[in-house]
């Protein structure tokens, strides 16, 4: 019988599962037991990240204003500042490696890798699945003030369903 309601369970009834905090923790922990409940061999692969990316974005906004607050005539540093920082926002906005990641305070969290080895009754199969068992560390929307997987996922409802329509309610005002 599957175990997968049971984890779904589990996970969700964790309260926030923020990278490199104690219930990410456990939440890798409940994967890592499900993977090898289903026979595979189960290895954590350590990684470096800010708890939060928000510390991230008051970087970019922290170099910008301030090489914008130190441009004078002459001087020609000061523009060249405010364009290394609109280079490091332009990277880190479009999913390209921008060193700005590395400006806050680096946690370790865990990536949780389960292998199959190869039988006797017939070929390996590859599964290759991506999904965060973290939750995102950019909004109110996955802080810990949200308690509830059903809270979370109400809150996130109605303000998708307020984003869907917003720009149709624009002419009201």
Known sequence: MSRTPTLLHDLTRLPHRGAATPCEREAAELLSQHLVEMGADVRLQP??????????????????????????????WTPGLVWVYVVLAWLYFNWRYSPVVQFPVLHTS??????????????????????????????????????????????????????????HWKHLA
Not at 51 to 67: A, D, E, F, R, S
Not at 119 to 131: N, Q, R, S
């Open 110 to 167: 865990h990536n949780v890798i389960g292998r199959w080895a190869a039988t006797a009754e017939g070929p390996v199969k590859k599964l290759i699945l991506m999904a965060h068992y973290d939750t995102a560390p950019v909004s109110m929307l996955h802080g810990s003030g949200q308690k509830t997987f059903r809270g979370r996922w109400f809150f996130r409802s109605c303000s998708c369903f307020w984003r869907l329509f917003w720009p």
């Open 47 to 76: 990684f470096r990240t800010p708890k939060t990316y928000v510390t991230v974005v008051y970087w970019l906004i922290g170099g910008l204003v301030l090489g914008l607050l130190l441009i004078r005539p002459g001087a020609w």
